[in-house]
């Protein structure tokens, strides 16, 4: 009865400790996270503590009943990765946010054979060495680049089979959001005044003339006027790509769930840029062999496909042909099936030094015909970062005097039973 009474009490404090530590977390102080971290951690030491003297008194069976809903409940309810190893390095329990950063984690295997950081195995042997928490980062390049600060700590086993030595705990905060939000607003800063001041030196100086010897100019004014609002334009088109730029970045880390028919979405935006392909005298073709499910949000690949269908038809020449089409193909190896978007024109091609840079924000091949298009040198840098964000590949083929050819592939959505319907009703 007392044994029980303990184990309760022992329960009891790990609880209260991972409320007051997701409660420290969600004010969002400067030190919150690690001191919900260091709660936790204190949280987890009682438990785990907890059920070490289990497995001493209780059968095997009531030890791995202890372990699975007490540890794994506290390990659950904390956001942030979180993983325990012990002496060696050896993985004892992880978190399902640990399994989802690095899926080749497993119990009881060395924590080196899925986090591949030199940093973070070495500040692991210098906690057991020194006993003192520390800090260091951890950063991932694949998929997507991603930023984690990486807290340290000994974890005290006073009832573990290991003698008293202290297991480690680790908690990972990501700082993906946080570097990427500074990293656009340097980067916004630099862009938009280089871009800007073009337009805007414009518009000063056409203002300054309608305001001295164009003051009673009718015809001049009208068209200076014209002139400005054409300038005004482009700043606004600007300021909007480089907005849409900067939110499709921020997110870039987290990959859409939903299925979308990529089919449905091309078909849909080659109808809404048929007038402007009338205007240029450009006959625009659309094929699908069907409906083509994939991972991915909605808005953002109708923006995939309205800037690669605008640009050939803009760039591909007058009179010219620009053909769309949407296929599903399976790789071999590993009969994986993506689903491959292809946008072609018979404009006059790209030089091949020009190809690897095009993605770049503000890269143009042409300066001058760009603006005179209305370009913003946004686009494809647009594209590429939500093919990133959709886990795609995107490859430009394009040879002067051959026209060229953009294919974005994403991966098939995997049809699961209850799903189809939603899917064909996106």
Known sequence: MARGARRSAWTAAACASVVLALCAWARGTLDAPWIAASVAALALGGVVGGLFRTRIRAAPEASAHARHSVAEALLANIPDPVILVDRRAVVIEVNPAARALLPALKLRHPLSFALRAPDVLDGIEEVLRTGAPLKTLYATRVPTERAFEVQIGALPMPDGPAGGQPNVVLFLRDLTSARRLEAMRVDFVANASHELRTPLASLLGFIETLQGPARNDAPARERFLAIMKTQAHRMTRLIDDLL???????????????????????????????????????????????????????????RVVENLVENAVKYGGRGGRVAVSVARLVELPPRRARIVLAVRD??????????????????????????????????????KHIVNRHRGRLVIESAPGAGTTVRVSFPEFVMEPGNAAETAGR
């Not at 979308?260 to 109808?271: F, G, Q, S, T, Y």
């Not at 840029?273 to 953002?300: C, I, K, N, Y």
């Not at 030094?353 to 760009?370: C, G, K, M, N, Q």
Request: proline letters at 9%.
């Open 346 to 383: 018979e404009g006059p091609g790209i030089a091949p030094e020009h190809i690897p840079r095009l993605t770049e924000r503000f890269y143009r091949v042409d300066v001058a015909s760009s603006r005179d298009q209305g370009g913003t040198g946004l686009g494809l840098a647009i594209v």
């Open 244 to 302: 849409s730029l900067s939110r499709i970045e921020l997110r870039e880390h987290v990959p859409p769930t939903k299925p979308v028919d990529l089919a449905r979405i091309a078909r849909e935006m080659v109808e809404t840029q048929s007038p402007l392909a009338r205007e240029r005298g450009v006959e625009v073709t659309f094929e699908a062999d069907g409906v083509h499910p994939m991972p991915g949000e909605r808005d953002e690949l109708l």
